[in-house]
T-cell receptor, first 112, second 115 residues
Framework: DQQVKQNSPSLSVQEGRISILNCDYT??????FLWYKKYPAEGPTFLIS?????DKNEDGRFTVFLNKSAKHLSLHIVPSQPGDSAVYFC???????????FGQGTRLTINP | KAGVTQTPRYLIKTRGQQVTLSCSPI?????VSWYQQTPGQGLQFLFE???????NKGNFPGRFSGRQFSNSRSEMNVSTLELGDSALYLC??????????????FGPGTRLTVT
């Protein structure tokens, strides 16, 4: 049972435009959400997070939006840069359970 | 400060064998989590150790086990390897448990291939 789903395995965006990565979850007990970025041959690195008490969190070019009623979150990258090309994982947790559940990942390619 | 290190980086084993993977967390970090990454399933949580005790476990068979030593280093063992165990095994360390758990720092992973 995939509790966190990233339905787009890949996404291609032109440099300078907006990249939007989507993630859906099924467990209503999740109260903290994170995005990780992974380059080949490296472990994932933490990018940005959002608590369920918020609907938006911004950090530079990265903004995460949370729609609790739709059980959906998205990561916006504006403007997209070639160095953003990587696999992006969304993850969710119930802070009481102390366990991260990851999505399958979306491979983002930024074209010059 | 040195990052999370995992050894070995690459491993080839035969079906039925057993394997032990090692993870050294960032100095001062007491929590170590293990994940399995496969192309179709993404990252799946295996288990988490904190102060030498298993705090949490994912939905994996008993062939997958782990332990943590007093210096916070952790090992993961897989017995009776199956072809489906071929994956990237990632270790992540954090200072403590949730709510700080999200600040996980990942190692580069061990690529296990079972033939």
């Amino acid at each position: 049972d995939q509790q966190v789903k990233q339905n787009s395995p890949s996404l291609s965006v032109q440099e300078g435009r907006i990249s939007i990565l989507n993630c859906d979850y099924t467990n209503s007990m999740f109260d903290y959400f994170l995005w990780y970025k992974k380059y080949p041959a490296e472990g994932p690195t933490f990018l940005i997070s959002i608590s369920s008490i918020k609907d938006k969190n911004e950090d530079g070019r990265f903004t995460v939006f949370l729609n609790k009623s739709a059980k959906h979150l998205s990561l916006h990258i504006v403007p997209s840069q070639p160095g953003d090309s990587a696999v992006y994982f969304c993850a969710a947790m119930n802070q009481g359970a102390q366990k991260l559940v990851f999505g399958q990942g979306t491979r983002l390619t930024i074209n010059p | 400060k040195a990052g999370v290190t995992q050894t070995p980086r690459y491993l080839i084993k035969t079906r039925g064998q057993q394997v032990t993977l090692s993870c050294s967390p960032i100095s001062g970090h007491r929590s170590v989590s293990w994940y399995q990454q496969t192309p179709g399933q993404g990252l799946q949580f295996l288990f988490e150790y904190f102060s030498e005790t298993q705090r949490n476990k994912g939905n994996f068979p008993g062939r997958f086990s782990g332990r943590q030593f007093s210096n916070s280093r952790s090992e993961m063992n897989v017995s009776t390897l199956e072809l489906g165990d071929s994956a990237l095994y990632l270790c992540a360390s954090s200072l403590g448990l949730a709510p700080t758990t999200y600040e996980q720092y990942f190692g580069p992973g061990t690529r296990l291939t079972v033939t």
